[in-house]
């Protein structure tokens, strides 16, 4: 398939959020996901990274950072919908492209056998945090080479097959075609947010929940809808993910 019609998203049984820290599906995707699951979408999350850098407190153990933010990140997920969590727990500010990344990215889209892949834009410009750059583009490798035997092909011999994606949405992205009403779910998504109490609070969490009300009106202006809010995707098959010079305007 080389063009994925993005109505059939209201048609997705089964999908996979992948995000480098506990907190950005929330942010960059949080009414889809809530809308996804009240259609019936089984939706599950990939985190990357244990979140342990988390916290400007120089006396915080990383290993009680990491705990608090699996269990805030929890709590997030099931005020959107979400009950299968996974885990990947590479050193928060450390990601690098490795095969173990690879390979692990790649066993988790085969035993969830997704339909789409939503995860953030590596490709966002002046993108500085190394976490979401890689998580980005590893995942878009992923979504090419999932289905392929020839990647991993000691899973096959674990029980697990070949698995292709249809599509990847990335989201927190400057080059959006496809666009979700946010307006019955807005307030979820805030609540799930506002549930990473050790990342969001007092006037930062207003200044954040601002900041994502002001760019969701941009983006149903921008869709040209009667929607009052809109979160923003850049949708793309995996044929569409090489060698495409076109990619940035489809």
């Known amino acids: 398939m080389n063009v994925f019609d993005v109505n059939r998203l209201t048609e997705i049984k089964r999908a996979l959020f992948i995000q480098p820290h506990p907190d950005d599906n929330e942010i960059g995707a949080g009414a889809t996901v809530a809308w996804l699951a009240d259609r019936g979408c089984d939706v599950h999350?990939?985190?990357v990274t244990d979140g342990r850098a988390g916290s400007d407190d120089p006396h915080a153990a990383p290993e009680q950072i990491a705990a608090m933010r699996r269990q805030e990140h929890?709590?997030?997920g099931r005020i959107l919908g979400v009950s299968h969590f996974h885990w990947l727990g590479f050193p928060d500010g450390r990601l690098r492209d490795t095969e173990q990344l690879r390979e692990a990215m790649?066993?988790?889209i085969r035993t969830v056998r997704p339909e789409i892949l939503f995860t953030v834009d590596p490709w966002l410009p002046y993108e500085g945090h190394l976490d979401h750059i890689v998580t980005g583009q590893v995942a878009a490798f992923c979504a090419l080479t999932s289905g392929n035997p020839?990647?991993?092909p000691e899973h096959r011999h674990q029980g697990l097959?070949?698995?292709a994606v249809h599509a990847?949405?990335?989201y927190t992205t400057r080059a959006p075609n496809a666009f979700i009403a946010a307006d019955p779910y807005w307030e979820k998504k805030l609540a799930a947010i506002g549930a990473h109490k050790?990342?969001?609070s007092g006037e930062y969490f207003a200044f954040v929940k601002e900041y994502l009300t002001t760019k969701a009106r941009e983006y149903a202006k921008k869709a040209d809808t009667p929607w009052k809010l809109a979160e923003a995707f850049k949708v793309l098959t995996p044929v569409m993910l090489h060698m495409n010079v076109d990619a940035a305007e489809m």
Do not use: D, G, I
């Open 150 to 152: 020839h990647f991993f």
């Open 168 to 170: 990847v949405a990335f």
């Open 161 to 163: 097959a070949p698995h």
């Open 45 to 47: 999350y990939l985190t």
């Open 106 to 108: 790649t066993r988790v």
């Open 198 to 200: 050790s990342q969001f």
């Open 74 to 76: 929890e709590a997030a």
